[in-house]
T-cell receptor, first 111, second 112 residues
Framework: TQLLEQSPQFLSIQEGENLTVYCNSSSVFSSLQWYRQEPGEGPVLLVTVVTGGEVKKLKRLTFQFGDARKDSSLHITAAQPGDTGLYLC???????????FGTGTRLQVFP | ETGVTQTPRHLVMGMTNKKSLKCEQH?????MYWYKQSAKKPLELMFVYNFKEQTENNSVPSRFSPECPNSSHLFLHLHTLQPEDSALYLC???????????FGQGTRLTVV
């Protein structure tokens, strides 16, 4: 079983559309990180959320940490082809040195 | 420029070969990680080093042998690999364990 489940697994949309991707778990986390990975590259950190209910914005990207700190969402407004990539959430696994990643959402934005 | 450099970018090796992957970080970080990324699986943590000491081994087969001679360098020694070991191997570093990770571009490994 996966500690972090992301949905949807795949998403193909047209430029200009809005979308939301989700990261869910049954466990409570102290913090959660979002990354984007482009083809042929390593993941790049987008944001870290640490407080239940916290909302952070990064240009057209809005990140929310659930009130109970068990889930998070990433909303993209007016998607662009440059948003194409694999979106990953990650959490520090409590009482270990492990940084665990979710199953990922692969996003394709067509012009 | 991520500050984390991996070499080689691509590697093809036979099942009887011995090879090594190299990772170098110029960020002054104290923690380094090896991850495996396969086509149909999530990003899998393999090893964690904190201040040059291995603190996590995520049940990785012994044909993968990590080495961390100092906080800036991390190696992954490979021997007698299997075709199912073919994957993208990613190195990452962070200031301290479990804080934001900075990744290299990865080594695309093919075992034939």
């Amino acid at each position: 079983t996966q500690l972090l489940e992301q949905s949807p697994q795949f998403l193909s949309i047209q430029e200009g559309e809005n979308l939301t991707v989700y990261c869910n778990s049954s466990s409570v986390f102290s913090s959660l990180q979002w990354y984007r990975q482009e083809p042929g590259e390593g993941p790049v950190l987008l944001v870290t959320v640490v407080t239940g209910g916290e909302v952070k914005k990064l240009k057209r990207l809005t990140f929310q940490f659930g009130d109970a700190r068990k889930d998070s969402s990433l909303h993209i407004t007016a998607a662009q082809p440059g948003d194409t990539g694999l979106y990953l959430c990650a959490i520090p696994y409590e009482n270990t040195d492990k940084l665990i990643f979710g199953t990922g959402t692969r996003l394709q934005v067509f012009p | 420029e991520t500050g984390v450099t991996q070499t080689p970018r691509h590697l093809v090796m036979g099942m009887t070969n011995k090879k090594s992957l190299k990772c170098e970080q110029h960020l002054g970080h104290n923690a380094m990680y090896w991850y495996k990324q396969s086509a149909k699986k999530p990003l899998e943590l393999m090893f964690v080093y904190n201040f040059k000491e291995q603190t996590e081994n995520n049940s990785v087969p012994s044909r993968f042998s990590p080495e961390c001679p100092n906080s800036s360098h991390l190696f992954l020694h490979l021997h007698t690999l299997q075709p199912e070991d073919s994957a993208l191997y990613l190195c990452a570093s962070s200031q301290t364990v479990n804080t934001e990770a900075f990744f290299g571009q990865g080594t695309r490994l093919t075992v034939v």
